[in-house]
């Protein structure tokens, strides 16, 4: 079966990472869900795709350089629409509290910089609320994926590639990642990324096939999921 990753949530129905948008991805059929998390200047993991909080609030600045408390008072909704004004930046403990009674996966990307206690963190909110074994901790980041191993081996991890090269898949096997995502244009014209990867024993999901022309090729290559924005349009599709 191939896996609808939804992509921040639903980003083309609510505003992406933001609990509406997690919501509809669930409603949608998502099988796992993707957000991206972030620390605060006192340390509380957020859910926000940027560095700063410009484009997805009315706010401005660093995420690391504003506090929680500043961060809850933004509005994280009306660049989208009207109907979304008021909206919050969520924590990781809402995310987690909304998408844990759900049986879709979590594929939670850790944003760099990230330190050790902030990687224990995140682990330790996954773990509270018993979702370990649902989850896929990925990264750009080679050595935040090092934090994570070494804090907590037994979670899978996520390698996520600006571009496949010809060092990835020793990366790969050292970081021991159950998954590896390459953008979808380094599997679509190079045979050889999914060849390597595959043969490795790592599994695929390119980022970000918004073309739906995209997803059988895609398919036909071995790829294990797509992340995607159009979580209604995949579902509709892989279940055709
Ligand atoms: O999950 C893959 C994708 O989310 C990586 O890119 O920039 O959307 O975090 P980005
Ligand atoms: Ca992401």
């Given at each position: 079966m191939t896996h609808v990753v939804a992509h921040r949530g639903y980003p083309t129905v609510a505003p992406e990472n933001t609990l509406p948008a997690f919501a509809a991805a669930l409603r949608a059929g998502a099988t796992i869900v993707e957000f991206d998390v972030r620390c605060t200047r006192d340390g509380v993991p957020v859910v926000i795709?940027?560095?700063?909080?410009?484009r997805t609030t009315d706010g401005s600045g660093r995420v690391w350089d504003l506090t929680a408390a500043e961060i809850a008072?933004?509005?994280?909704?009306s660049w989208f629409g009207?109907?979304?004004?008021?909206l919050r930046v969520p924590t990781l403990v809402e995310t987690l509290d909304l998408l844990a009674p759900a049986t879709a996966e979590l594929l939670v990307e850790i944003k760099p910089p990230a330190t050790l206690d902030e990687v224990k963190s995140i682990i330790a909110q996954l773990g509270e609320r018993d979702l370990l074994d649902r989850s896929v901790v990925q990264s750009f980041d080679a050595d935040v994926l090092r934090k994570v191993r070494d804090v907590a081996p037994e979670v899978r991890r996520g390698l996520l590639l600006f571009r496949f090269d010809g060092e990835t898949v020793e990366i790969a096997r050292e970081l021991g990642v159950t998954y590896c995502n390459p953008p979808v244009d380094d599997v679509l014209n190079g045979p050889e990324t999914m060849a390597a990867l595959t043969a490795a024993g790592v599994g695929v999901m390119p980022w970000t096939?918004?073309?739906?022309?995209r997803w059988r090729p895609l398919v036909d290559a071995g790829a294990a999921g797509l992340i995607t924005d159009l979580v209604g349009e995949l579902t509709g599709w892989v279940n055709a």
């Open positions: 795709h940027d560095r700063t909080v410009d008072r933004l509005d994280a909704g009207p109907g979304f004004t008021g096939p918004n073309d739906m022309a």
